[in-house]
């Protein structure tokens, strides 16, 4: 009921290309879903965060796709550059900040000129 | 400059020590998170304080213990029960409240075991 389910484990894209990451939820409560970048030896950052109440969030390349019916959301990143090379994170947690983020397993990126 | 910080970067552990992970945050955040990170496991939850003097299990809290004492220093101890401490752990914060569940990440700490 906990789980958040991330795929693909790892993705290789060309320079330029489309980098495409799913996740999957069962918990109903969930309300809240972020996406982290973590690039190795670091701590994972924050990169795009939505609420159910839409349906698509864009941030320059980055767009969150969220799909209320199918507890689903994915992350895309358009023009993906080899600067993009990390490892993603999706998460989910019910609204109030009051329970942790409950994570995905990760996606390791690597955009290959 | 504010932020979470983590020390030390490294930490190597003998076998039956107990080691303490340092997590500081300047943020006013009112929760604190440590997570521990192998690779393919993603981040994995080991206790989270959302108030001074108070704190919970997470999924994996068996051979970790934590105290919170003030409001910005959340440590970590590794005991000696914990069988596989070789990880990276990550300490987080937040803001309690609606609208307010972003979780920042401090820079790690990496411990290994002799």
């Known amino acids: 009921q906990q789980q958040v389910k991330q795929s693909p484990q790892s993705l290789i894209v060309q320079k330029g290309g489309i980098s495409i990451i799913n996740c999957a939820y069962e918990n109903t409560a969930f309300d809240y879903f972020p996406w982290y970048q973590q690039f190795p030896g670091k701590g994972p950052a924050l990169l795009i965060a939505?609420?159910?109440?839409?349906s698509e969030k864009k941030e320059g390349r980055f767009t969150i796709s969220f799909n209320k019916s199918a507890k689903q959301f994915s992350l895309h990143i358009m023009d993906s550059q080899p600067g993009d090379s990390a490892t993603y994170f999706c998460a989910a947690s019910p609204l109030g900040g009051n329970t942790p983020l409950v994570f995905g397993k990760g996606t390791r990126l690597s955009v290959i000129a | 400059d504010g932020g979470i910080t983590q020390s030390p970067k490294y930490l190597f552990r003998k076998e039956g020590q107990n080691v303490t992970l340092s997590c500081e945050q300047n943020l006013n955040h009112d929760a604190m998170y440590w997570y521990r990170q192998d690779p393919g496991q993603g981040l994995r939850l080991i206790y989270y304080s959302q108030i001074v003097n108070d704190f919970q299990k997470g999924d994996i809290a068996e051979g970790y213990s934590v105290s919170r004492e003030k409001k910005e220093s959340f440590p970590l101890t590794v005991t000696s029960a914990q069988k596989n401490p070789t990880a990276f752990y990550l300490c987080a914060s937040s803001i309690i409240g609606q609208g307010q569940e972003t979780q920042y990440f401090g820079p790690g700490t990496r411990l290994l075991v002799l």
């Open positions: 939505i609420r159910p109440d839409v």
